[in-house]
């Protein structure tokens, strides 16, 4: 199983980024997959989670109406559109898959708003 997270970087207040995670490793479109973060001092917390045929959403109250998850299961990729960005959202961002009753998890990719 494999995650690579990509499309992080230094972004201004108000500014958008858009994360990737390319999957391989398992099958990709059977599972629900999430995003999460971790801040500096902070504990991880879920941003995001699509089940496997999008057809359901779950957002933290932090992030409702800014971030957009969305996946494509033809490519094995999943998605966090984030507009709106504020300090706050500062964080290493995290992919991850549950399955067989463990967490996989990528290296993560660094998101950092600062003006």
């Known amino acids: 199983v494999q995650l690579v997270e990509s499309g992080g970087g230094l972004v201004q207040p108000g500014g958008s980024l858009?994360?990737?995670?390319?999957?391989?490793?398992?099958?990709f479109s059977g599972n629900t997959m999430s995003w999460y973060r971790?801040?500096?001092g902070k504990e991880r917390e879920v941003v995001a989670t699509i089940t496997s045929d999008s057809f359901?959403?779950?957002?933290?109250?932090?992030v409702k109406g800014r971030f957009t998850i969305s996946r494509d299961n033809a490519k094995n990729t999943l998605y966090l559109q984030m507009n709106g960005?504020?300090?706050?959202?500062?964080a290493m961002y995290y992919c991850k898959v549950f399955m067989r009753q463990h967490d996989y998890w990528g290296l993560g990719a660094q998101v950092t708003v600062s003006p």
């Open 18 to 27: 858009r994360l990737a995670c390319v999957t391989s490793g398992f099958i």
């Open 38 to 40: 971790q801040a500096p």
């Open 56 to 62: 359901t959403t779950y957002y933290a109250d932090a």
């Open 85 to 90: 960005l504020r300090p706050e959202d500062t």
